[in-house]
């Protein structure tokens, strides 16, 4: 019976460590150069983009482009 509650309390005190951790990641903001999103404007992104598909043209691998 000792045994059991000992690896009960090690389980609760390790999950509640756990989501305390979780918790703590999810609300600490994260430094500005480890934003996965940028700042940029969509114009900028989309303006940057290559107007002929680098791929070869099998139809599959890139999408078809309009005409003129």
Same mark, same amino acid.
């Given at each position: 019976?000792?045994?059991?509650?000992?690896? !009960?309390?090690?389980?609760?005190?390790?999950?509640?460590?756990?989501?305390?951790?979780? %918790?703590?990641?999810?609300?600490? =903001?994260? &430094?500005?150069?480890?934003? !996965?999103?940028?700042?940029?404007?969509?114009?900028?992104?989309?303006?940057?983009? &290559?107007?002929?598909? =680098?791929? $070869?043209?099998?139809?599959? %691998?890139? =999408? !078809?482009? $309009?005409?003129?």
């Amino acid at each position: 019976m000792k045994f059991e509650n000992m690896m !009960l309390r090690g389980l609760f005190f390790t999950t509640v460590l756990a989501c305390g951790l979780a %918790l703590l990641a999810m609300i600490h =903001p994260m &430094p500005q150069g480890v934003q !996965l999103a940028g700042t940029a404007p969509v114009g900028t992104l989309l303006s940057a983009t &290559p107007s002929a598909c =680098p791929l $070869p043209a099998d139809g599959v %691998l890139c =999408p !078809l482009q $309009p005409a003129g």
